[in-house]
């Protein structure tokens, strides 16, 4: 972060649940510039995980630009860091897609948040956000989705789902979906919803002989799922979900 930086505050907008105060030392300038050539498709999966080299806070942000035909997806685990932030601005020009599935995990008085921006710039693009939360203690998960429908983007369609799992009291998850469209012939859908486990699941599992901290898992394990749905690559899928149970299981 250079001198001329100012730290953002919860008034703005896009940092309303975060934890700003951990910013200290983070370079709020580094944004990572991903080009897709027209007809081109670019798959990565990013984590923030326990490891070598995590700190108090890990801000990863990304511009993504897509031309006519491409398509970009990402899909990404947050699962580490006192503050772990993943920023996307995306640009779709016509017939692109954008695909995201992310997974929020934390306890303690850790916030693990997505923040997103996909501007539907050209007629005939379609973007897909899915985004899972499950915190504990008083971990904080949150999802900032801003879709933009230009005035002659028509044709679009764009989506985005966010559901939260609370384990614990005193845990929270915050959702914020804006929708600014300018088109008429379109197709726009959110949905948010925040829950706790599901205890009929997990009478019926116990039932079985399961132990609890078994059937906590398998129930996690399947609601974090609908984030990797549209990930075929089965290695990739098996890594993201090891990284996601593997903090859940420290919990258990």
């Known amino acids: 972060m250079n001198a001329t930086t100012t730290l953002p505050t919860r008034k703005d907008e896009a940092w309303r649940y975060s934890a700003v105060e951990a910013l200290g030392g983070v370079d709020l300038d580094d944004w990572r510039v991903i080009d897709v050539p027209a007809g081109d498709t670019f798959r990565e999966c990013l984590t923030i995980e326990d490891g070598p080299g995590t700190g108090a806070s890990e801000l990863r942000r990304l511009r993504v630009t897509l031309g006519a035909g491409a398509r970009c997806e990402l899909f990404a685990v947050i699962a580490a860091a006192e503050l772990g932030r993943i920023e996307i601005e995306v640009r779709l020009a016509e017939g692109a897609h954008f695909e995201l599935g992310g997974v929020t995990l934390g306890g303690r008085e850790t916030v693990r948040e997505f923040v997103t921006r996909v501007v539907h710039a050209e007629p005939g ?83 079985r002989g399961l132990s609890p901290e078994l059937s906590r898992r398998l129930l996690v394990q399947a609601f974090i799922g609908d984030a990797f749905v549209a990930l075929d690559d089965d290695a990739a899928r098996e890594r993201m979900m090891g990284i996601a149970l593997a903090k859940l299981d420290k919990h258990l």
């Open 125 to 207: 693009a379609t973007s897909n956000q899915v985004i899972r939360s499950v915190h504990w203690g008083r971990g904080t998960g949150n999802f900032l989705g801003n879709i933009d429908v230009v005035r002659d983007a028509q044709k679009t369609d764009a989506a985005q789902s966010f559901k939260g799992l609370l384990l614990e009291k005193g845990a929270s998850v915050n959702a914020v979906p804006q929708l600014e469209i300018f088109a008429d012939d379109v197709k726009c859908a959110h949905g948010a919803s925040v829950g706790q486990m599901d205890e009929m699941a997990r009478y019926y599992m116990a039932a």
